[in-house]
């Protein structure tokens, strides 16, 4: 556990604009968080860099937005309503709750009392809510645990409407919300959160293989959004730790600041939904195989992404110090695809307009092409680096009075700090997005 590197973390995602402590301006609520400028552009980055690998690049996947709230009876069906609870212990001396698998039972973590915990309990995490204005039975419902029901419900609607060949997958990037007896450690567990899941609906008899496929094609999306290989590890989880659904389930674990915890996971969820929404709703969810007579349910792989816990592995991975000019340096090693701001362009000085009226021209070129480019002419150049450094911008672009002359500007790389001189007319076959 890094204590130390969480807490850069946290403070630079803060101080810069990233992540912000939720309602904090009335004293916060525990395990919701608000994104500000910057950390809503790194998390659309993520997003759209993930819907492109998963869906744009694959011919068999298609998208589904699901409403939040649903009919009750999904969580009937699919076990949430009667399986989707944590064990819970309260202390008799502060009334603290707490997850009883996570703490020494011994000592109350909050009040230090000894032996004050009583029995047991199983706490359903699902948020509770009314549909409509009479508060009674009929009016009950529940905020999303996953998303993933949202794609087994609208199953059946997909294969009416397009007809995919098997296999295929169903993804969706949304809203998820648990009421978690301990939200800790920033974003990594919160009570409202993303997902970002994956239904892939496959014959039965190949299950297998998909699920060495998807296990591959994981590694490779970890890989493209920066995480050091040695950082990654899969543990397949026992039958005993297994969510009700599963037969098998990989978790790919990340050696976070915290320590070694769950990025994602990968579970063979076999025809356990599509099955329990074939009894329940009384329509058949059998897939016709195209040409032939053979008919069954789909069995489902589900690879399902956290996207707090992606952005957090993002960052810890990011985070670098080093020194420069015999100066610690902070800053944000972030692959180009995800930083939020590409480009900086700043004149040298400010107070010349010169110098401020070329730079404009620079900068309304480049943001028309590249969008996220930002201006920035506050303090001395240095200053200005270091800032953007901070935010992970990958490239500065410095316009100065040989700029006048010469038709060139500097450009400076964030990693090795290295400055290279570019005629402006040439500034794109420098900078690669
Ligand atoms: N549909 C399957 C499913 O929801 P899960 O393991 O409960 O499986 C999937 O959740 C992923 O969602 C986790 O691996 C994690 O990345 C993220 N996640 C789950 N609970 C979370 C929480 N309380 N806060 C932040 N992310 C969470």
Same mark, same amino acid.
């Given at each position: 556990?890094?204590?130390?590197?969480?807490?850069?973390?946290?403070?630079?995602?803060?101080?810069?604009?990233?992540?912000?402590?939720?309602?904090?301006?009335?004293?916060?609520?525990?395990?919701?968080?608000?994104?500000?400028?910057?950390?809503?552009?790194?998390?659309?980055?993520?997003?759209?860099?993930?819907?492109?690998?998963?869906?744009?690049?694959?011919?068999?996947?298609?998208?589904?937005?699901?409403?939040?709230?649903?009919?009750?009876?999904?969580?009937?069906?699919?076990?949430?309503?009667?399986?989707?609870?944590?064990?819970?212990?309260? =202390?008799?001396?502060? #009334? &603290?709750?707490?997850?009883?698998?996570?703490?020494?039972?011994?000592? =109350?973590?909050?009040?230090?009392?000894?032996?004050?915990?009583?029995?047991?309990? @199983?706490?359903?995490?699902?948020?509770?809510?009314?549909?409509? +204005?009479?508060?009674?039975?009929?009016?009950?419902?529940?905020?999303? %645990?996953?998303?993933?029901?949202?794609?087994?419900?609208?199953?059946?609607?997909?294969?009416?409407?397009?007809? %995919?060949?098997?296999?295929?997958?169903?993804?969706?990037?949304?809203?998820?919300?648990?009421?978690?007896?301990?939200?800790? $450690?920033?974003?990594?567990?919160?009570?409202?959160?993303?997902?970002?899941?994956?239904?892939?609906?496959?014959?039965?008899?190949?299950?297998?293989?998909?699920?060495?496929?998807?296990?591959?094609?994981? #590694? &490779?999306?970890?890989?493209?959004?920066?995480?050091?290989?040695?950082?990654?590890?899969?543990?397949?989880?026992?039958?005993?730790?297994?969510?009700?659904?599963?037969?098998?389930?990989?978790?790919?674990?990340?050696?976070?600041?915290?320590?070694?915890?769950?990025?994602?996971?990968?579970?063979?969820?076999?025809?356990?939904?599509?099955?329990?929404?074939?009894?329940?709703?009384?329509?058949?969810?059998?897939?016709?195989?195209?040409?032939?007579?053979?008919?069954?349910? +789909? #069995?489902?792989?589900?690879?399902?992404?956290?996207?707090?816990?992606?952005?957090?592995?993002?960052?810890?991975?990011?985070?670098?110090?080093?020194?420069?000019?015999?100066?610690?340096?902070?800053?944000?090693?972030? %692959?180009?695809?995800?930083?939020?701001?590409?480009? =900086?362009?700043? +004149?040298?000085?400010?107070?010349?307009?010169?110098?401020? $009226?070329?730079? !404009?021209?620079?900068?309304?070129?480049?943001?028309?092409?590249?969008?996220?480019?930002?201006?920035? $002419?506050?303090?001395?150049?240095?200053?200005?680096?270091?800032? @953007?450094?901070?935010?992970?911008? %990958?490239?500065?672009?410095?316009?100065?009075?040989?700029?006048?002359? $010469?038709?060139?500007?500097?450009? !400076?790389?964030?990693?090795?700090?290295?400055?290279?001189?570019?005629?402006?007319?040439?500034?794109?076959?420098?900078?690669?997005?």
């Amino acid at each position: 556990m890094d204590k130390n590197k969480l807490e850069n973390i946290v403070s630079l995602a803060k101080r810069r604009g990233f992540i912000f402590q939720g309602s904090e301006v009335y004293g916060g609520i525990s395990g919701f968080y608000d994104y500000g400028p910057l950390g809503v552009a790194l998390k659309r980055n993520v997003v759209n860099l993930w819907w492109k690998t998963f869906v744009e690049d694959a011919e068999n996947m298609f998208g589904i937005d699901a409403a939040i709230i649903m009919n009750p009876k999904v969580w009937q069906a699919s076990g949430h309503v009667d399986t989707f609870t944590d064990p819970m212990v309260e =202390c008799s001396k502060c #009334h &603290n709750r707490f997850r009883a698998d996570k703490i020494d039972k011994k000592t =109350c973590p909050n009040c230090g009392a000894k032996d004050s915990f009583g029995e047991e309990r @199983q706490f359903n995490m699902m948020f509770r809510t009314q549909v409509g +204005p009479i508060d009674d039975d009929n009016a009950l419902a529940y905020l999303r %645990p996953e998303t993933a029901q949202g794609i087994f419900t609208n199953y059946k609607n997909v294969v009416d409407t397009i007809y %995919p060949d098997l296999p295929f997958g169903l993804a969706q990037v949304g809203k998820a919300f648990r009421n978690e007896i301990s939200p800790r $450690d920033f974003i990594f567990r919160m009570r409202e959160f993303e997902q970002m899941e994956i239904e892939y609906f496959v014959d039965p008899e190949n299950w297998e293989n998909e699920f060495e496929e998807w296990i591959k094609r994981i #590694h &490779n999306w970890l890989d493209l959004i920066g995480l050091n290989k040695n950082k990654v590890h899969e543990l397949e989880v026992e039958e005993s730790e297994r969510a009700h659904y599963s037969m098998r389930t990989v978790d790919f674990e990340y050696d976070f600041p915290i320590g070694k915890e769950e990025l994602l996971g990968l579970a063979y969820r076999t025809d356990f939904d599509l099955n329990n929404i074939d009894k329940k709703s009384g329509k058949s969810m059998e897939y016709l195989v195209k040409g032939t007579n053979k008919k069954f349910i +789909p #069995h489902v792989i589900e690879p399902s992404f956290g996207l707090e816990r992606t952005i957090m592995a993002v960052l810890s991975e990011a985070y670098t110090e080093d020194e420069v000019n015999g100066e610690k340096r902070v800053f944000l090693k972030l %692959p180009v695809q995800l930083a939020p701001v590409k480009i =900086c362009v700043s +004149p040298l000085l400010k107070n010349k307009p010169e110098l401020v $009226d070329k730079a !404009r021209e620079v900068y309304s070129e480049l943001k028309k092409k590249y969008g996220a480019v930002m201006w920035d $002419d506050n303090g001395n150049i240095g200053k200005r680096y270091r800032r @953007q450094d901070e935010i992970g911008t %990958p490239y500065c672009v410095v316009i100065d009075f040989d700029s006048l002359e $010469d038709q060139s500007v500097t450009i !400076r790389h964030r990693d090795d700090t290295k400055q290279e001189r570019v005629k402006i007319s040439e500034i794109s076959k420098y900078i690669k997005l």
